[in-house]
């Protein structure tokens, strides 16, 4: 089988597919991105670029969509000289909303395009005005929901769709729902997990002797993922408890949401806010696997909050290490966590009640060994890659031969 996957950042979601379709010599797999920080034996890379921004002068509802055209238009220049040398793809992969998609199907009439779907935009109801100091004009609206015209082309013309979760998939148009399979992108299991009599010690951080360690763990420090909350319930309850150690792992960036001004951030604002014994909280930057699955390990209590939008891979990784959690009680998780069972819900905008949940878990720790063991239970009967990976191989195998539905979805 030749098997194109087209994402702008390799491999991204794909990364444990394309290694195991790559490990089978009869299929030949190529992977088109804007970069690529690691190599996958059998994957051959192809390298483009958009050949320019959008422009100032486009309107600002289809700015988003100019790049997705300019991205759509320099992949498909990309993949011309690759049809050029002979390859001819069984089926294309690909992660929809950047446009790299968009005119594919032009280039392989015949080839089946299986379409990786993350978010269906909203203005309202969802995650744009969750937060209360959203403000959504009539002109966001608009914006917003122009947003979804690359989305759109995708689920016109792919044969088949995925997206990682039921909650995701609640967001699109009820016309396309019946050809989109829900399928998580999976988790290691053998890799996550648990090792709770664990140290925190990686370069830069020995918590060795801290008797309790707050974690969060993130791609952006922004509203979006709740980081202003964690931080105000991280600073009373540092206060209340002179042994908490508290650990940030991310970039201080915004990844969702709306941006600040040039120099200003939310770990700048949050610390100007808040008062903190700087020798008790730890900002680690981006971590290599091989340290972040140490700080999870080791963690006496993971926070994690989200507005109503995509699910961060850092919960599902969270609780497969056993970790306890306390989680925003917003859609997303309350999809993966049973209050209680296999983790903790409060209130997204209740920084206190935040607080008082982890105080509990922090003062129950020992009582609560059931409460990891379900939390491991709940990723290895649902996320785990050891039963999702074949799964998808297969979804990838029926939509290259047109059985569709595909067997499962």
Known sequence: MRV????????????????????????????????????????????????REPRKETHHYLRSTESAIINGQSLFKACLELKKKGFQPDIVCAHSGWGPSLYVKDLFPDTKLLSYFEWYYHA??????????????FDDQSRIRTKNLPVLMDLAHCDWGQVPTSFQQSQFPEIFKPKLSVMHDGVDTDFFKPAHKSKLKIKNLDLSDADEILTYATRGMEPYRGFPEFMRAAARLQKDRPGLHIVVVGE?????????????????????????????LHFTGLLPYSDYVKVLQASTVQAYLTVPFVLSW?????????????????????????????????????HEAFADRIAHV????????????????????????????PKHIRLIQDVASGNLPPAGA
């Open 362 to 389: 922090l003062d129950n720790r020992d009582q609560l060994a059931d409460v990891r063991k379900n939390a491991r239970q709940t990723v290895m009967r649902q996320y785990a890659l050891k039963n999702l990976l």
């Open 314 to 350: 850092s919960l599902i990784e969270s609780l497969s290490c056993g970790a306890l959690v306390v989680a925003s009680d917003t859609a997303p998780v309350r999809e993966v966590i049973t209050d209680s069972e296999n983790g903790f819900l409060a209130d997204f905008f209740d």
């Open 124 to 137: 309202l109801g969802s995650d744009a005005n969750f937060l209360k100091d959203s403000n959504i004009s």
């Open 252 to 280: 201080d960036r915004v990844a969702y949401g709306k941006r600040l001004p040039k120099g200003d951030s939310w770990k700048k604002r949050m610390l100007g806010e808040l008062e903190f014994d700087e020798n008790r």
């Open 4 to 51: 194109l996957f087209l994402h702008n950042n390799f491999p991204a979601q794909y990364r444990h597919v394309a290694r195991k379709l790559a490990q089978n010599k009869n299929n030949t797999v190529v992977f088109a991105s804007h970069r690529a920080v690691e190599k996958i034996p059998g994957v051959s890379n192809l390298l483009y670029k958009p050949h």
